[in-house]
């Protein structure tokens, strides 16, 4: 379960090739994490920060928004904002000191900060339940934080029948985040052509002359981290409203690692790139579930060593010979030159 | 960003080192912190306690120690930021397992082929990867990328071979020694004396020897060491095979005081990592001082808050060394 924070509740099949449920929790995996990795994108591929407390951020979201209904009475949809807000902030807490760092150090420093925060939601058991996790008491379900969401998602299936007739339970979570996506990657996109967007690129390339523009580096990093942060925790609500349970072990440095396996997939400074990378790296990886092996010796451990090893094996093959990605410009792959 | 450029660690000659050493603050302030925490710690606690929790410290240190060398000498001579270095620690177990428990031999026939069979690993992907991409001219982030990929690798291998059970090392778990009225378990009293032997050794090996003093120019600077005709490629060889053998001995070390899993590197890899910056990057004694020093502050945490808390203090050194010095106890400040 450690090792594999995407695991999908469904046995080994063939049937899963023709399971549209199958496929479309495999299309919230990967729209959670397009959003995740379009953060990311920002950070290293247009920013040149490489950071690697992701996980953290969602954390954050997850935590706050349940923690905000279930023990401080907020309504859902307040309860988001304020999760995202609090993303934001620890952000910029942790980049004021960080950002000063060099690359290499800023990147260990931000796995340091997520280890920080998925070691206080594992012990601070009266706030965040621990081991055992955040999720809504069956003794009391007029306050849980998947309440609101499940009106709404009931309201769009009512909708949606009219075109299909009993569409699946997780349908409108789907609808939902690629909406997100594609709202994310059209706002930062635009962002991209703006002053702001070229200033951040200037750093990118070479943060001295930056500076010697006058421009205050610093500020603009921080901006930087803090929408990821804030796309980081959109995504711990999407990962909170798909899993019945808020865990510790779900924002483990694993999460970060394999965001960035899908930024790396879809090509470095390719924001529609990181989409499609999502989309193919955990149609890839989940797939391996229609691969229908002998239990001995293919034990459900080994299959999911499998899966770990083609993570590995792409990560390898295509820092070796494909930096840049599927969809990345070899020019914007700079970092470290 | 300026990744390329890296901490600069003049090692000027040895003599002027050292005095130029005691005359830096902040080596002497870092002791005085120990001092001073250790002496809190007695006068709160008591002096059998904080004795008892400092023994466990060392063993802790003595694996953080191990672990750290080999990776801030990779760090500070090829500028690789190696996250699959864990994973040599876990590697390293899981062969001293095959020898020990597998095949029914003596467990110090396991500690030697565990070393053997984790240095050959990191020769094997100096070839394979390393040299290449260097070739390459590979920037920070392809690297880093790489050794993570490479972590999940050689995670993969292990758990499809040995699965997620939790294993043991046929080790006494339960006899005790007493000394000086401290309880100190059998394996744990063999873990710091085989830890503080194997540090001594290090580092007279790296201060004497004409290979340490190689390893240290290569870490100033790999062009100007090559130009000055030392064959980089062989101490790179050795740096390697440096750093996998004294990986493999922490992960045996680590295998013997707790348990193995396939995430037993990983979990220790950022208190190492900590112990490497505290240290300085490239500065083997540093890392070895550093190693210890988290060992024991994690250990004595437990003295004053709850010991499922113990873990962060790692981390929590990690951080502030970064915020407050980033080059380390004994670096000097330079582009950071």
């Known amino acids: ?337 | 960003m300026e990744a390329g450029q890296m901490t600069e660690q003049v090692a000027p000659a040895v003599g002027e080192r050292l005095s130029d050493r005691l005359r830096r603050r902040p080596w002497l302030g870092a002791i005085a912190v120990i001092v001073a925490i250790f002496l809190a710690l007695v006068a709160g606690e008591g002096l059998h306690d904080v004795a008892q929790t400092g023994v466990n410290g060392l063993s802790l240190g003595a694996i953080y120690a191990l672990g750290a060398v080999g990776l801030t000498l990779v760090y500070g001579i090829l500028k690789l930021v190696n996250f699959a270095h864990g994973d040599f620690l876990t590697f390293g177990a899981y062969m001293a397992y095959l020898v020990n428990v597998t095949w029914g031999m003596p467990l110090i026939l396991g500690v030697f082929w565990a070393m053997i069979a984790t240095a050959l690993l990191g020769l094997l992907f100096e070839r394979l990867l390393w040299s290449p991409m260097r070739a390459k001219h590979a920037g920070f982030l392809q690297l880093i990328l790489m050794s993570i990929g490479l972590a999940f690798l050689l995670r993969a291998i292990i758990q499809w071979f040995w699965s997620t059970d939790i294993r043991v090392l046929d080790v006494n778990a339960t006899s005790t020694v007493d000394f000086l009225g401290l309880r100190i378990g059998q394996t744990q009293l063999i873990v710091v004396i085989v830890g503080v032997v194997v540090i001594i050794g290090i580092g007279l090996m790296l201060r004497l020897t004409l290979l340490g003093k190689q390893m240290r120019a290569l870490s100033d600077d790999l062009e100007l060491a090559e130009t000055a005709g030392i064959d980089t490629r062989r101490v790179i060889n050795y740096t390697w095979i440096f750093a996998g053998a004294l990986a493999g001995l922490a992960g045996v070390l680590a295998g013997a005081t707790t348990d193995l899993r396939p995430e037993l590197g990983f979990e220790l890899l950022l208190p190492i990592f900590a112990a490497v910056i505290l240290g300085g990057i490239g500065d083997a004694f540093g890392a070895l001082a550093a190693g210890m020093v988290i060992g024991v502050m994690t250990e004595w945490s437990t003295l004053v808050i709850d010991a499922r808390w113990k873990t962060a203090v790692g981390f929590l050194v990690l951080i502030i060394a970064l915020i407050v010095r980033p080059q380390g106890i004994f670096g000097k400040a330079k582009t950071i």
């Open chain 1, 1 to 337: 379960m450690s090792l594999d924070p995407g695991a999908l509740p469904l046995a080994v099949t063939f049937d899963a090739l023709t399971n549209t449920s199958f496929w479309i929790s495999v299309g919230v995996i990967a729209g959670t994490y397009a959003i995740v990795a379009v953060g990311l994108q920002l950070n290293t591929g247009f920013t040149g920060i490489v950071n690697f407390g992701q996980a953290a951020f969602m954390a954050i979201g997850a935590y706050t928004m349940a923690i905000l209904v279930l023990k401080a009475g907020f309504s859902f949809w307040l309860s988001l904002p304020c999760a995202v807000l609090a993303a934001m902030i620890f952000g910029v807490i942790v980049g004021l000191p960080a950002l000063r760092l060099r690359a290499d150090y800023f990147a260990i420093a931000t796995i340091a900060m997520a280890e920080v925060v998925r070691l206080f939601a594992q012990n601070a058991r009266g706030l965040t339940g621990g081991n055992e996790g955040l999720f809504c008491d069956p003794n009391n379900p007029s306050n849980c934080y998947t309440n609101s969401w499940r009106h709404l998602s009931d309201s769009i299936n009512n909708f949606v029948s009219n075109f299909w007739s009993n569409p699946d339970a997780l349908f409108p979570l789907l609808l939902v985040i690629w909406v997100t996506v594609g709202v994310a990657i059209f706002v930062l996109r635009r962002l991209q052509r703006t002053p702001w967007g070229r200033v951040l690129r200037a750093i990118r390339e070479d943060e001295d002359a930056a500076q010697a523009l006058g421009k205050n580096t610093l500020l603009y990093k921080l901006q930087s981290l803090a929408i990821s942060a804030c796309l980081g925790a959109i995504a711990g609500f999407f990962l909170a409203l798909n899993l019945a349970t808020i865990h510790p072990l779900d924002f483990e440095p694993l999460v970060t690692f394999f965001a960035f396996s899908v930024l790396i997939l879809g090509g470095m400074g390719s924001y529609r790139g990181v989409a499609v990378g999502s989309v193919l790296f955990w149609f890839v990886l989940e797939g391996t579930r229609f691969i229908d092996l002998p239990d001995p010796p293919f034990t459900e451990t080994r299959i999911a060593s499998i899966r770990l090893a083609i993570t590995g094996l792409l990560l390898i093959g295509l820092m070796a010979f494909r930096p840049q990605g599927l969809f990345g410009k070899r020019e914007e792959m700079v970092i470290g030159e």
